[in-house]
């Protein structure tokens, strides 16, 4: 489960990493101006993604992270293809440090969902927990 950058109107989960609105010195200065940053950054990209492909409206609670992060990929190399075709330039998206999510060892015929449903409640249970 990572942490997520948000605002006030999300709730008090232990996952959403809110901004200060009023930063005490120069190091929660800058965090909250590069926690801005990215999370302007981030809005743009997943507009874009979400104007071109359905998948990424939905919901994915119970998809397996692999699986989030492999439609992730796609969605964004077709972009680029897109744009790169329409003559504009290509975005430089950066593979992920850890390798690629493809290495696992989940079977093809249960990824997407993960294995139980207690394992779900539990994960819930302890994102929203303060």
């Known amino acids: ?15 959403f990493v809110k901004m200060s609105s009023c930063p005490v010195g120069d190091r929660n200065v800058l965090f909250v101006a590069k926690q801005k940053g990215a999370r302007k950054d981030m809005e743009r990209a997943f507009g874009v993604l ?17 699986v989030i992060a492999d439609v992730m990929y796609a969605c964004i190399i077709l972009h680029n293809m897109i744009v790169k075709q329409e003559g504009g330039s290509v975005t430089d998206w950066g593979d992920d440090e850890g390798g690629s999510s493809s290495s696992t060892a989940t079977p093809p015929h ?3 969902l993960p294995m139980g449903f207690n394992e779900v409640l ?3 249970t302890s994102m929203r927990s303060q």
């Open 1 to 15: 489960m990572g942490y997520y950058l948000a605002n006030d109107i999300y709730p008090r989960w232990s996952v």
């Open 50 to 66: 979400q104007s071109q492909w359905e998948i990424v409206k939905g919901p994915t609670r119970f998809w397996f992270k692999e």
């Open 110 to 112: 249960v990824r997407g």
């Open 122 to 124: 539990s994960r819930q």
